[in-house]
């Protein structure tokens, strides 16, 4: 029997050692919001540009950020989380410590926390409170000075014909005679 053109080929195509798993080049973003939990937003794509596009305008947005890789067979693996609305609070901090007038946050101050700038914003509040209490308090002190200066001043004034005469004992005028008695009729 002679060889048929399909048994005549020697030649077989190598099988291709990649995964064969569909939609394994697939992201997911999922975000919530905090006044609606129950309602969250859920981004499907291939795109990673786009994944990551949406991630970071949701999380502007102030949504907490789920951004996950798809691994096959509907199993998803998290790549990272962003919290949105820590995000939008650091920046209103940072904002509000620059409208104030406090100095900005060092950046060995904390380095690796999500909240440095809040913080920072509560400790510099406080530390203002303070001096202002502090600065309060020398005013009141000061003012409790100046005005018992003043009325010592006053006395002075009012008073000062009086301390500058003599006493009325020592005036001629007011001076008793001395009465020579004998020692029995004391």
Known sequence: MSPTPKSARTHRRKAVSGDRTKN????????????????????????????????TELADKGAYVIFQEHEGWDRWRTV?????????????????????????????????????HRTWLAWM??????????????????AETDARRRRLAAEARQHARAL???????????????????????
């Open 24 to 55: 394994v080049t697939s992201w997911r973003v999922e975000a919530s919001w905090d006044h609606r939990p129950n309602d969250p937003v859920v981004i499907r794509t291939s795109d990673k540009k786009r994944a990551r596009r949406a991630a």
């Open 80 to 116: 990272r989380e962003v919290d949105g609305a820590a995000q939008l609070a650091e920046r209103a901090a940072e904002q509000q410590l620059a409208a104030v007038g406090h100095p900005t946050t060092p950046p060995a101050y904390r380095p690796d926390a999500e909240d440095r």
């Open 125 to 142: 509040s406080a530390r203002a409170e303070a001096d202002r209490r502090t600065a309060e308090q020398a005013a009141r002190d000061q």
């Open 164 to 186: 500058m005469s003599p006493p009325a004992i020592v005036r001629p005028e007011n001076r008793q005679r001395a009465r020579h008695i004998t020692g029995t009729q004391r």
